[in-house]
């Protein structure tokens, strides 16, 4: 069984917890029934950093599967190919939950929807955003409380952003930890206003409205204090033409959006943060349409 999940960058500004979008960078994930134990090989990105026992992220996600559906496999090799950095704020430990699930779920036959996937998914992540995206592809929309959990994919026109990752340790826990317990009515609304104009912009491919609308007040302002050069880099982006720019999830990674200049962005980004002592790596990414895929491998 082999399973591939997009990468994605989540909140897109004002959407914090409840919009992703799904990118062009792909995990592969390959399961093969054995006859007995637990065999588990990575390999790309992180893979020193990736656990081959039963603690490994996506060997744990099967597993609630396997669980819930009350059969699993005699015995299981997992090899995993990772293309998402690891820590990098581009859902790398989403697309590890999902491909373990949608693995699992293949592998006895269990045919669980992708509405039921992503419960699994979201109570495993502790939000739905990022694993949202990487089930459906495109732009997601979701709602999650203790009672109900909703989404709801959306089409985007063709387009690329601009990931900038800079060799920063920045886990999501610390990023979580740096936001406040409550935030000013008047911020909340803000953020309400600037999130439903996003995705109007983003589904119709508004970059003029985009440039507006992709604005925070919830997150980003006690984030950013965590990443070196992070005012740098927004503003060297937007000179080299970004329309708008934000943090990637819980970072360290920013995107930037433009309909163009994509590489240009990409490099002027990448000097701002080694001008602020920290290397860093780009991406030009398309908008992944597809969302988690599985065939039958041999």
């Avoid at 980004?269 to 790596?281: V, W």
Wanted: charged share 20%; net charge neutral; glycine share 10%.
């Amino acid at each position: 069984m082999i399973v591939s999940v997009p990468a994605s960058t989540a909140n897109l500004g004002a959407g914090f917890d409840c919009l992703a979008l799904a990118l062009s960078l792909r995990n592969t994930v390959e399961f093969y029934e054995t006859k007995q134990g637990l065999e588990i090989d990575v390999e790309g990105e992180g893979a020193e950093r990736v656990a081959t026992d039963t603690t490994n992220l996506t060997y744990r996600a099967a597993e609630k599967v396997f669980e819930k559906l009350g059969r699993r496999p005699e015995g299981l090799r997992i090899h995993a190919i990772n293309g998402i950095p690891v820590g990098s704020g581009m859902g790398s430990s989403s697309a590890a939950i999902v491909g373990g699930i949608a693995a699992a779920n293949a592998l006895v036959d269990g045919r669980l929807t992708r509405e039921e996937l992503l419960r699994i998914a979201t109570e495993m992540e502790g939000h739905p955003d990022n694993v949202g995206a990487a089930i459906f592809g495109g732009l997601t929309l979701t709602s999650a409380t203790e009672q109900e959990l909703l989404v709801k994919p959306l089409n985007v026109p063709a387009m690329k952003v601009v990931i900038a990752l800079p060799a920063f340790k920045l886990s999501t826990a610390e990023a979580r930890a740096a936001l406040p317990q409550t935030v000013p009515l008047k911020d909340a609304v803000f953020n309400i206003g600037r999130a439903v104009f996003t995705v109007q912009a983003l589904t119709s491919g508004d970059y003029e409205l985009l440039q507006w609308s992709m604005a925070d007040r919830l997150h980003q302002p006690y984030r950013k204090k965590l990443i070196p050069g992070y005012e740098a880099v927004v503003i060297e982006a937007r000179k080299a033409g970004a329309v708008a720019v934000a943090l990637s999830g819980a970072g360290p990674s920013l995107v930037a959006f433009t309909p163009d200049k994509h590489w240009e962005i990409a490099t002027a980004m990448k000097n701002a943060f080694q001008t602020n002592g920290l290397p860093c790596r780009t991406f030009v990414l398309p908008v992944d349409r597809q969302g988690v895929q599985v065939s039958v491998s041999g």
